[in-house]
């Protein structure tokens, strides 16, 4: 997934509403900039930061910048913004490259189920189960290598495991798919001391036959790409 427009570096002076960010370019101008990200973003807001930014010139926008990436300058990248995912993931599925969803063919984004939900990807395919794949983004990093969900406590995705859950004792094939938005992990867990219930629940809807997966990502200032899977802690 390439970005609509060429990312330019500034240095992070705030976040702020979740949705904020004031931001510092390389010419000194100080400009505010849209945050996707309405987790915690821990350790990934840290004033004085290299960040990349999405200039854009749309009226219909309130904001000219959006932020995109963190850059940690040891040859790391992070992703913020929490709508990559399922982009990514989108072109991938389409093209197949997901290999444990390689066989099917037919690819539909948000499609309503359970109970007033949307479905990140509900994939067909003549003679096979629906798969019903939800999406995650992961960004949270304290230990070397390891990467962890959630950032904070996420009612949403509690219920979003719910849902999965009920469309495997349907018999459907239900998917949690993980993409961690880091390039320096190499493993997965749950961050169980953030949000114990999501915990919980993850542990029922594994009982209940929902089956988890887990991908890195190849990030740069020109676009996120799907990485290769990653060892599942969890």
Sequence with gaps: MRFQTPLVPARLIRRYKRFLADCRLEDG????????????????AAPGIKIWLE???DPKRKLNFGWRLVDHENGHF?????????????????ARAVAPLAEYKTVRPEVKYGKN??????????????????????TLNRRPGLAEFPDSVT???????????AMAELGHRAVMLYLVQRTDCTRFDL????????????????????????????????GVDLGKPLTIDA
Excluded: W
């Excluded at 949307?118 to 995650?136: H, N, Q, T, W």
């Excluded at 029922?204 to 990030?219: D, H, N, P, S």
């Design 155 to 165: 009612a949403r995705g509690t219920k979003h495991l719910g849902e999965l859950s």
């Design 191 to 222: 961050a169980r001391d953030i949000d114990p219930v999501y915990a919980a629940a993850f542990g029922a809807a594994r009982a209940q036959g929902v089956e988890t997966l887990c991908f890195g990502t190849i990030i740069s200032p020109e």
């Design 78 to 94: 992070t992703c913020v913004d929490t709508s990559v995912p399922n982009r990514a993931l989108r072109h991938a599925l389409q």
């Design 55 to 57: 200039p854009n010139d």
């Design 117 to 138: 939900s949307r479905i990140d990807f509900l994939l067909s395919e003549p003679g096979l189960k629906d798969a019903y794949v939800e999406v995650k983004s992961v």
């Design 29 to 44: 101008r100080e400009v505010t900039a849209h945050c996707a990200n309405p987790g915690s973003m821990l350790g990934l």
